[in-house]
Each structure stands twice: as C-alpha cells, then as structure tokens.
Nanobody, 129 residues
Framework: QVQLVESGGGLVQAGGSMKLACVVSGGTFRTTGMGWFRQAPGKEREWVAAVGWSGTTTYYQDSVKARFTISKDNTKNTAFLQMDRLKPEDTAVYYC??????????????????????WGQGTQVTVSS
C-alpha cells in the first residue's frame, strides 16, 4: 500500500518562499508520477503541478508557472514543491498525490485528481499580505 506524508507547510509573508516535501512509502516510486494539488477555504481542490515518473518532465498551472518548481528524488522516495514569490492567493491546504501507473499505462493525466491512486494528508500553507 502506498502511503504519502507531506511536510514543510506553515506561515510565510507575501514574496517569501517555502518548500514542501512528500515522502512516499510502498509502491515503486521511480516509476510513479507525482502531483501537487491545493484546496483553499470555500473552494474546490485544484491541480497545481506535476512531474512525470522519470522526473524530467514537469507541468504547472498557469498561476504558479515561473514561481513554483516541482521535482522528485528517486533516491529518497520524495517529491518536492519549491514555492517562491508566494502570494496571499496561494494560501491553501496542499496535497501531494501519487500516480503509480504513469509508466506502466503510458499515460499521465496529471490534471485529473481521480487518476491519482494515493494521497497525503495535506499541509497548510498560509501566505500573509
């Protein structure tokens, strides 16, 4: 069974930086695509960023492009989300998710939450103005 544990959330001022980590246990991390989603109060969960199973291909929502960087370290079974130039509208609970069929299926529907088969518990990120 795949389990994900996020860390690194907290409070930061607008313009600051924060790095989230997601440690994955179980499954085969090196063939797993990873995604980050977020949910702000009163809003639906939205996709933020994703990285393909090899770690070489990344995808970003337009609002975070050039500010956020997603990566995965296959030697540490960990995915990261580096967030720079944070804005108050980035405030949300951030969730990492594992797409374990990314290599075996040959497809990576990275924007579709239902395609991910394991989720972390979430970590709160609050950006003050």
């Amino acid at each position: 069974q795949v389990q994900l544990v996020e860390s690194g959330g907290g409070l930061v001022q607008a313009g600051g930086s924060m790095k989230l980590a997601c440690v994955v246990s179980g499954g085969t991390f090196r063939t797993t695509g990873m995604g980050w989603f977020r949910q702000a109060p009163g809003k639906e969960r939205e996709w933020v960023a994703a990285v393909g199973w090899s770690g070489t291909t990344t995808y970003y929502q337009d609002s975070v492009k050039a500010r956020f960087t997603i990566s995965k370290d296959n030697t540490k079974n960990t995915a990261f989300l580096q967030m720079d130039r944070l804005k108050p509208e980035d405030t949300a609970v951030y969730y990492c998710a594992a797409y374990s069929q990314a290599l075996s299926s040959g497809t990576f529907y990275y924007r579709v939450a239902d395609k991910y088969d394991a989720w972390g518990q979430g970590t709160q990120v609050t950006v003050s103005s």
